[in-house]
């Protein structure tokens, strides 16, 4: 038998989704980049999704009411779809294709950390404790 799913989960999902791509891939268009330089704009999206993935998820969490959509909505629609590994993954490719190795290795490296950062910044600000980054 195959699993049930709530139909209204679904739909924060995917209208969130809708929210975050556009956002991204409007970003993307609006400043351009190049193969031979950093790509600021999907670097900015991708850490501002983190920061506000840590705080959507903690305050959903640990502060508001429970709510079967807001988590689904916001957390995985929304930041799931603004910062996506697949458009990292096009930029590091399109780096190795134009033989950027330190610029890919390089924007690799800074993403993950930056955007572990930025959610740990999220969580702890819903927290109110102090962070050292």
């Known amino acids: 038998m195959l699993p049930t799913h709530d139909r209204r989960e679904l739909a924060a999902i995917f209208g969130g989704g809708i929210v975050g791509a ?3 891939t409007g970003v993307s268009q609006a400043f351009p ?3 031979h330089t ?3 704009p999907i670097f900015t999206v991708n850490v501002v999704g983190a920061f506000l993935l840590g705080y959507f998820i903690t305050r959903l969490a640990e502060r508001l009411p429970t709510s079967a959509y807001k988590r689904p909505f916001l957390g995985t629609g929304v930041c799931g779809a603004l ?3 697949s458009t990292v993954q ?3 490719y399109k780096m190795a294709r134009a033989h950027e190795w330190a610029l890919a290795v390089g924007y690799a490296a800074t993403t993950m950390l930056v955007s572990f950062a930025a959610v740990t910044l999220g969580t702890a600000m819903v927290r109110r404790v102090r962070t050292v980054l």
């Open 38 to 40: 950093w790509p600021w």
């Open 22 to 24: 556009l956002a991204r």
């Open 83 to 85: 910062t996506t590994f």
């Open 33 to 35: 980049e190049s193969a």
């Open 90 to 92: 096009l930029e590091l």
